[in-house]
């Protein structure tokens, strides 16, 4: 069989009776192939297309347009919105749906008078704005309608394939110039939200360069099942695809090679604080610069902002507590996280294990 196949790669015409699998070929397809009217290469020295209703790129009119407005057009088409990347950034909840990486475009508008610096509308909302969209261990009890706890999957919400956004990407496939001048497009003018982390990881890796460091904005809604870096690992917990040292340090490395990314936001959900007696019960995590699990952070650089909150489920006596703890901790790992990730890119330091680079003499005769 590997010869049949090798002989039908190197001469489709002599045997052109049949199809591979023994069929015969239909009688009208016998007949183009045997006077080689299909499958047959273009004359190299006639200047005229087969088919001559056929037009060139530069005899399209859409593509004379000038520069300007095709960009407007590009936009509208890929975002809804002509000036988006300004204005009114989409927020795109990204998900993994039986193996493949889907998104949904959040339909919560931003409304702010101030577009210099427009808040981040997906930090806080942990994505109830999308509940079909967050991950299935970031549901507490595990009994919420619609998602199943018996699936390894992370987002398995029965309503959420009927969610996923119908972006008009199909634009990007018509030749290779639109491709070229809109690609930047569709990920400059978008923010994206990932809340699990191998999601994100998949993503990017299918991104091509230009694609990839086009990418402006990015919220994380992270919920810590146990302190990353701390050697907590379960290799036999049914979290163990989704929750190690290995994929926190991989996630954050690849968002380090998110070369045009300035707006960055980590959004941790610890889960539920309740009051036990005299003293309060729930999943903490510390916070400083010196912890393990801020470590892979301080790879990411040339950040314009940087923006961290923690969200907590509290009753009524535990609330005071857990605010008195965080709220200062959480303030000064902001303050520290923003002063390290807005350094430019080519300063490195070496608490991230690299050594800062040195000018270096020219020594000439």
Not at 299 to 307: E, K, M, P, Q, Y
């Amino acid at each position: 069989m590997r010869h049949f196949d090798t002989w039908v790669l190197r001469d489709p015409y002599s045997i052109w009776h049949y199809y591979p699998t023994g069929h015969r070929w239909r009688d009208t397809v016998r007949d183009l192939i045997h006077s080689r009217a299909i499958c047959s290469p273009e004359n190299p020295s006639s200047s005229t297309p087969i088919n001559p209703s056929m037009h060139t790129q530069s005899q399209s009119p859409l593509l004379q347009l000038p520069a300007e407005l095709r960009q407007m057009i590009w936009s509208y088409v890929l975002t809804n919105d002509s000036t988006p990347t300004t204005l009114n950034p989409q927020t795109l909840h990204l998900v993994q749906l039986k193996g493949k990486i889907r998104h949904v475009r959040c339909p919560s508008q931003l409304n702010s008078s101030n577009h210099s610096n427009p808040p981040n509308p997906a930090l806080t909302q942990n994505r109830h704005c999308c509940p079909t969209t967050p991950a299935r261990w970031r549901i507490y009890d595990g009994r919420v309608p619609g998602h199943s706890d018996r699936l390894l999957y992370p987002h398995t919400h029965e309503h959420l394939p009927s969610s996923l956004s119908d972006s008009n990407v199909n634009l990007l496939r018509v030749c290779r110039r639109i491709h070229t001048e809109a690609e930047h497009i569709l990920y400059q003018a978008s923010r994206f939200d990932v809340d699990d982390l191998y999601t994100f990881i998949a993503f990017s890796e299918s991104l091509s360069p230009n694609a990839r460091g086009s990418i402006r904005r990015l919220t994380v809604q992270w919920m810590p099942i146990w302190i990353p870096m701390e050697g907590l690992d379960h290799k036999g917990s049914v979290y163990g695809h989704t929750h190690s040292d290995e994929l926190w340090v991989r996630f954050w490395e690849s968002v380090s090679k998110l070369g045009g990314l300035t707006e960055l936001g980590l959004s941790l959900d610890l889960g539920r604080f309740t009051s036990v007696g005299s003293g309060v019960s729930g999943q903490r995590i510390p916070f400083g610069m010196g912890e393990g699990w801020v470590g892979p952070l301080l790879r990411v650089r040339g950040l314009t902002d940087f923006d961290l909150a923690v969200t907590a489920r509290c009753d009524l006596e535990a609330r005071g507590v857990v605010e008195s703890e965080l709220v200062k901790e959480v303030g000064e790992l902001r303050d520290g996280l923003r002063e390290f990730l807005c350094r430019p890119r080519e300063v490195l330091d070496e608490r991230v294990g690299k050594r800062q680079k040195r000018a270096r003499l020219a020594i000439t005769a």
